[in-house]
């Protein structure tokens, strides 16, 4: 009799352990971004800010529609190729995430966009910065940092106003990101009245500049502005030394305003007269910044490059929606994220009409000392 007892109160266990069980549920986070190639830092930099999003919602124990959530990231690696970026989308869609965060670049971003809004599933970028992405109105597209319309018109502005150039030229990567801050400085440049007396282009995959620095160098400018990547702009300072020009203002997007790019120019003479614009606050002035800095470097020591903290924040965005809906279906949280008023590690983050983040600042950098460095 006692042993039936005993077995009877296993099989209860077992029971009650299945029920558990079943109460707990699996979301998955798709992340992707550049996991190879010349931009595979900044792609292992957002990485880690997604995956420490994912560690710290576990160890909240959360229950959303009476389930424990157990939150799983998908990384993904698009190789910044809008093709890949396109099929890795399509491998999320079939997997049925319950949300995107990424991609990285705009390149990537705005075809991937298409193909997430057509299966309805949120995507959050906290890298892609190309106008266009949210131009398009696909209702499932957000983004959380400030876009090449704040970045390109805040290098110009700086330019005209507060360096007093008067002649520039322009080069970007021939990349949605590249051509769209490139196109935006140019523009803005002219309004406040400088000349830009030469316009060029290369590839985001090009190591050799001299013959469009060279062509760039019989204009005399005061300045350049690049639009593209560090992996390009690191080894054109070097070839502006190899030239004569470090004395030429040199002027980027976010997607060259790195810690890594003392390392890739082989800290060049040209570094010194580097302007790059970042979307958002510096680290020491986000809302959140030093201590979210803190427990990164805790986990992924000397990995911290660049957009870290926004991927972060976008991860534990969705997390808020979800929450705040009781649901992890895109359909049910969608509308909840459009109306998000969420305190995030880089900013507050509202979204205005177009899914853009409301109020976005810049932040100006230059590299004293061959380190990046705030200037505003």
């Known amino acids: 009799m006692q042993l039936k007892l005993s077995m009877l109160a296993g099989a209860a266990l077992l029971v ?11 979301v998955k986070i798709g992340h992707v971004a550049p996991l190879s190639g010349p931009q595979a830092h900044l792609g292992k930099d957002n990485q880690n800010g997604a995956q420490m999003a994912i560690d710290e919602l576990n160890a909240q124990n959360i229950t959303i529609g009476g389930k424990k ?4 990231l998908v990384p993904e690696d698009d190789a910044a190729d809008p093709k890949q970026g396109t099929a890795v989308a399509q491998k999320l869609c079939d997997a049925k995430v319950a949300g995107v965060v990424g991609h990285l670049n705009s390149g990537t971003t705005i075809p991937a966009s298409k ?29 959380i940092i ?15 106003e507060t360096l007093k150039l008067k002649k520039v030229a322009v080069v970007d990567d021939r ?10 400085f140019k523009r803005e440049a002219q309004k406040l009245g400088l000349q830009v007396v030469s316009d060029q282009f290369t590839t985001d995959k090009a190591t050799d500049f001299m013959a469009i620095l060279t062509a760039i160098k019989s204009k005399a400018p005061d300045g350049i502005m690049y639009g593209g990547m560090d992996a390009q702009a690191g080894p054109m300072l070097r070839q502006l030394d190899q030239l004569g020009m470090s004395n030429v203002k040199f002027f980027s997007g976010d997607g060259s305003c790195t810690n890594e790019l003392p390392k890739l120019s082989a800290n060049a003479k040209s570094l010194a007269s580097v302007v790059c614009a970042e979307g958002g606050a510096s680290l020491a002035k986000m809302p959140k910044g030093e201590d979210w800095l803190k427990r990164y470097n805790a986990k992924y020591p000397g990995q911290y490059k660049l957009y870290g903290p926004y991927v972060y924040d976008a991860t534990m965005l969705l997390a808020d929606a979800m929450k705040r809906a009781n ?15 969420f305190a995030g590690s880089t900013a507050k983050i509202v979204f205005d009409e177009r899914h853009d983040l409301k109020d976005a600042p810049i932040t100006l950098y230059n590299y004293p000392g061959n380190t990046k460095t705030p200037m505003n």
């Open 327 to 341: 649901s992890v279906d895109p359909k049910v949280y969608m509308p909840v994220l459009e109306k998000s008023d």
């Open 175 to 184: 990349t949605a990101y590249g051509q769209g801050v490139a196109a935006v």
């Open 69 to 72: 959530i157990k939150w799983q």
């Open 115 to 143: 193909i997430y809004d057509q299966c309805g599933i949120p995507m959050v970028t906290g890298a892609a910065t190309n106008p266009e992405l949210t131009k398009l109105g696909r209702k499932h597209v957000f983004r």
């Open 16 to 26: 009650a352990g299945g029920v558990a069980q079943a109460q707990e549920q699996v």
């Open 146 to 160: 400030a876009n090449d319309e704040a970045l390109g018109a805040g290098l110009a502005k700086y330019a005209a």
